[in-house]
């Protein structure tokens, strides 16, 4: 169910405490991570504090757009994918806005289990049964030459947002955590190994290589086809776990996926 809205669209950062900006909201399989392959309801916000040039959500970040749903018709819309016992909340960002640790509460309390896409600069107290973690590598950042909109104008705010070691230390401490990393190539590896040896330094909780998970960046098939067997034999050189992007595989670029 697309949820975007002409009449509801309204800057992510206006929408009131009551409501959550939704761009999509739609049934499919969890396309990444230790999930891969689950039936899940997902729950797209609008809204990030971050602007990566590949972002995979353009109108969550670059030009957000979303209607305004309540936390109730959100749960109701979920509650109507009868087979889904999965939620997965993403972005966006999700976890810029309140409201969603109200949604997640909510969930929880009907017994589904939820997954919260993050990129790990934000912590928030909530009932999140996986928090799957994306740290933003400086290949993300939106330089001048892959800025989509050309002029570069967030690269500065990226770079200096992008890695939060409190949040991402208490992300992991406080959840069942993965931490996925988006790859460009083999020149990723070295900040990969370096951040993990800092979180880990920071963090109570033990971080598995089993819990690291190095996924190829690309939002088309042509795209993952270009990287897939870089990026499986950096997994396989460095011991961590692959994870394809099943639903690109399936449905390509196609919304709703």
């Given at each position: ?33 230790k ?11 609008s809204g ?5 040039w ?13 209607a ?23 972005g966006?960002e ?18 589904y ?24 590598l400086?290949?993300?950042t939106?330089?001048?030459e ?30 069942d ?14 900040e990969i ?5 800092d979180?880990?330094a ?17 939002t ?5 086809d ?14 961590y ?9 399936l ?7």
């Amino acid at each position: 169910m697309p949820v975007r809205s002409t009449a509801d669209e309204q800057p992510a950062d206006d929408v009131d405490g009551t409501a959550l900006p939704v761009n999509e909201l739609f049934y499919s399989l969890q396309g990444e991570g230790k999930l891969t392959g689950t039936p899940s309801v997902f729950v797209r916000t609008s809204g990030c504090n971050l602007r990566c040039w590949f972002c995979d959500s353009y109108h969550t970040s670059w030009e957000p757009t979303h209607a305004t749903m309540s936390v109730d018709d959100i749960v109701e819309e979920v509650q109507s994918h009868d087979d889904a016992d999965h939620v997965v909340l993403t972005g966006g960002e999700p976890l810029v806005h309140d409201e969603s640790v109200t949604l997640i509460e909510r969930l929880a309390d009907l017994d589904y289990h939820i997954t919260v896409e993050t990129n790990g600069t934000i912590h928030r107290d909530a009932p999140i049964d996986l928090a799957s973690i994306s740290p933003k590598l400086a290949s993300s950042t939106p330089t001048p030459e892959k800025d989509p909109k050309g002029d570069g104008e967030w690269a500065d705010r990226h770079e200096d947002r992008r890695i939060d070691l409190d949040a991402l230390s208490a992300l992991v401490d406080d959840y069942d955590a993965q931490l996925k990393f988006v790859v460009t190539g083999p020149d990723d590896m070295p900040e990969i190994e370096s951040l993990l040896s800092d979180v880990r330094a920071a963090a109570s909780s033990r971080i598995l290589d089993s819990d690291v998970l190095l996924m190829p960046e690309g939002t088309t098939r042509d795209e993952l086809d270009a990287r897939r067997n870089e990026v499986a034999d950096l997994a396989m050189e460095y011991g961590y776990r692959y994870t394809p992007r099943l639903h690109v595989d399936l449905w390509n670029d196609a919304p709703e996926t």
